[in-house]
DNA sequence: CTGACGCTTCGGCTACGGCCGAAAGGTCGG
DNA sequence: CCGACCTTTCGGCCGTAGCCGAAGCGTCAG
């Protein structure tokens, strides 16, 4: 009552997302591009009607923000905020019954380097995490990431916006939960840039149709160069049984 | 799909909590005390039956925990992740269709203290973080705070406990968004840290039926001393348009 | 201008889920 | 040991919300 949010509210925002349908839809927008329509229908598995409704509805509940541009219709998430909700929906759905899936051997390239909604996900998210850790460019302290001096220093020289523009709530650094393998890796303003500076000169590139990311030829070479990677980075986590 | 999580398992977690009536329970829980069913029934409007129906769903998703005291059953949230997850929900709840309550003159008690599941709320919260950063015990940075070292120093003379449990994954300081006031108070395992300790040494005492917190006599003048409140800390924020 | 295509609106069907009253466990008090 | 109380289970009612096919707009291509 005397707080702002009533528990109608909750409950309204929850339903909103508590449709299978409108969930499929806002799990396939968080690999942070925009998509039609129709290819929103397919991911749910519903007819085009049926889409059409769900979307309305999402896009009356500021979930997600529409874009027409020809005959098209072009549905993203409405921001970093919506992706944070979800992430954090996912992760709670994760640990709350017991449907921890063994990672199976499903797609080995999302595995590797995905995008989530606006920053890196993955194996190579988590190797980049522990080399900048490792050379004392991110400190990691109790469940959160903060930049150093010398990491500044360092991403500067790498291209990576850091200021934020003015009025940002969002923190630079925000640790965010791998679902795939269960550690977090760096989110944040810092994330966002990061990734994007990383597609823009082309050591990563989205593949079509997927949320997963392509490491080019000259991005193998300069991600070991610039971040120090070790050289089994690909390798699967050590895991203590398999000594 | 190659994540940990599919759709229908969001969507399984979001519609457990959206729903008005449990909805209602999880706010009500939100408070940190446990709570019996027939309490809960009537926080949710709903009849007795119903709520048990709710609850029993609640309690297979682990959003609530159950303990039975003789003939009566208490509910609580199963842990801070979900009385975060709520929180988020409310934050994001508030922030989507333009339902920004003025603050309204509803309980002022509530306003003034009030316990956020295992943490402190209100302008008694907001007041002490901005006490702590002005005396450089606390640092705020982009939207997330940071413990200084004579910060740590003071709490520990203050007999808060700062170490971890080993294994945690819960941050020290948190930042958590107050809806009455809309600015973020101090979470985290240093928020609920505080809260316990203010209650332990009675100078805050929980009022029975309610999420607020009675600040004692002993408390008027120790926290102010303590925490350097200034004089007009119970006053509403300094606004622009009171000039 | 006309046909193809993408998306939305409309109408009707269906089913799932919330709601309650009645009755059945348990548990405590006299 | 019996009655009062809290809670759950059962059974039936009802409304809402999801679903699709058909039809209606807008846009692009030839």
New interface residues.
């Given amino acids: 009552?005397?707080?702002?949010?009533?528990?109608?509210?909750?409950?309204?925002?929850?339903?909103?997302?508590?449709?299978?349908a409108?969930?499929?839809m806002?799990?396939a927008l968080m690999g942070g591009r925009a998509l039609t329509a129709g290819e929103l229908a397919a991911q749910?598995g519903v007819a085009a009607p049926t889409a059409s409704g769900h979307l309305a509805r999402l896009a009356?509940?500021?979930?997600v923000a529409v874009e027409r541009q020809g005959r098209h219709r072009y549905y993203r998430l409405a921001g970093p905020?919506?992706a944070?909700?979800?992430h954090?929906?996912?992760g709670?759905?994760?640990?709350?019954?017991r449907?921890?899936?063994p990672p199976?051997p499903?797609?080995a390239a999302?595995?590797l380097a995905r995008s989530c909604y606006d920053h890196l996900a993955g194996r190579l998210a988590l190797a980049l995490v522990d080399a900048l850790v490792a050379q004392d460019r991110l400190a990691m302290?109790?469940?959160?990431f903060?930049l150093t001096g010398t990491g500044r220093a360092f991403f500067e020289t790498l291209g990576v916006a850091l200021d934020?523009a003015p009025g940002?709530?969002?923190?630079?650094?925000r640790a965010c939960l791998d679902?795939?393998e269960r550690r977090p890796h760096l989110a944040?303003?810092l994330g966002t840039a990061l990734h994007h500076r990383l597609i823009a000169q082309r050591w990563l590139e989205p593949v079509p149709g997927s949320r997963a990311l392509r490491i080019t030829h000259v991005g193998e070479t300069g991600l070991v160069a610039a971040f120090g990677l070790p050289r089994d980075w690909r390798c699967e986590e050590a895991r203590p049984d398999a000594a």
């Fill in positions: 009552m005397s707080d702002a949010v009533s528990g109608s509210d909750l409950a309204r925002l929850a339903a909103l997302i508590g449709d299978p409108r969930a499929n806002l799990l749910a009356e509940g500021r979930l905020e919506v944070e909700l979800v954090q929906l996912m709670a759905a994760a640990l709350g019954p449907r921890y899936r199976g499903r797609d999302l595995r302290s109790a469940g959160n903060t934020a940002t709530r969002r923190p630079l650094c679902w795939s944040g303003r």
